[in-house]
C-alpha cells in the first residue's frame, strides 16, 4: 500500500508480504538480467556478480548435493501438523525438544520431543551421503537441440546445446 502525508510518500507492508535483503538482492539481479543477453551459464554468473557487490554466483558443481532427506529421516521423527504453528522454539538445556505454537503470543505450547535417537549420542561427523548427478539422458540431449538450439545465438549453440550422442555410441 503506499500513500502519502504532508508531500511524504510512505510505503505500508501488508501483512505476509514483508520485504528483506535477499528479495533485493534477487530483485538486482532481475534488473541486469532483463537487460542482458544470456546464452551460457557463464552468462547468468556474469549477470549475478555484475548486479551488486553483495551477490555472489554458485554455479552447480561448486558445491556437492548431499542426501539430507534420507539423512534426517533416520534421526529424526516429522513434526505432525507443522504448517499450523508459526512459533517455534528450542533450548539448550533440552536438546531434541521443540516447543510450538500456532502464534507468538498463544499460551498454548505443544512440546515434541524431534529426535528418534539420544540426540548426545549422535556422531557430529556423520554427514549425509553425496548425490552424484546423473546427467541428461540421450532423448533430453536431443530434445534440447532440435528445439532450444535454433533460440541460442550461434556462437554459443555448441556450449549450450551440443551434438546428442549418436545411437551407436560414437
Given amino acids: 500500500m503506499i500513500g502519502s502525508h504532508r ?14 535483503l535477499i528479495d533485493a ?3 538486482t ?3 541486469l538480467y532483463r537487460r542482458s543477453n ?7 554468473t556474469e549477470v549475478v556478480q555484475k548486479s551488486a557487490h553483495s551477490n555472489v554466483p554458485v554455479t552447480y558443481g561448486e558445491w556437492m548435493w548431499k542426501g539430507w532427506k534420507v539423512f534426517l529421516a ?7 501438523n507443522i504448517s499450523k504453528y508459526h512459533h517455534f522454539r528450542y533450548t539448550s538445556l533440552e536438546p531434541g525438544i521443540v516447543y510450538m505454537k500456532v502464534a507468538a503470543d498463544d499460551t498454548n505450547e505443544t512440546r515434541f520431543v524431534i529426535c528418534k535417537t539420544n ?3 549422535m556422531d557430529r561427523n556423520d554427514l549425509p551421503s553425496v548425490i552424484h548427478p546423473a546427467g541428461l539422458s540421450r532423448e533430453r540431449q536431443t530434445y534440447l ?3 532450444v538450439r535454433p533460440l541460442v ?7 549450450l546445446c551440443p551434438v546428442p550422442p549418436s545411437s551407436d555410441g560414437q
Fill in 7 to 20: 508531500n511524504i510518500k510512505y510505503m505500508m507492508q501488508l501483512s505476509g508480504h514483508t520485504r528483506c
Fill in 25 to 27: 538482492g534477487f530483485g
Fill in 29 to 31: 539481479i532481475k534488473k
Fill in 38 to 44: 544470456c546464452d551460457t551459464l557463464q552468462h547468468v
Fill in 74 to 80: 533416520d534421526r529424526f521423527k516429522k513434526v505432525p
Fill in 119 to 121: 540426540y548426545l549420542q
Fill in 145 to 147: 537441440y532440435h528445439h
Fill in 153 to 159: 545465438r550461434r556462437p554459443f549453440q555448441d556450449v
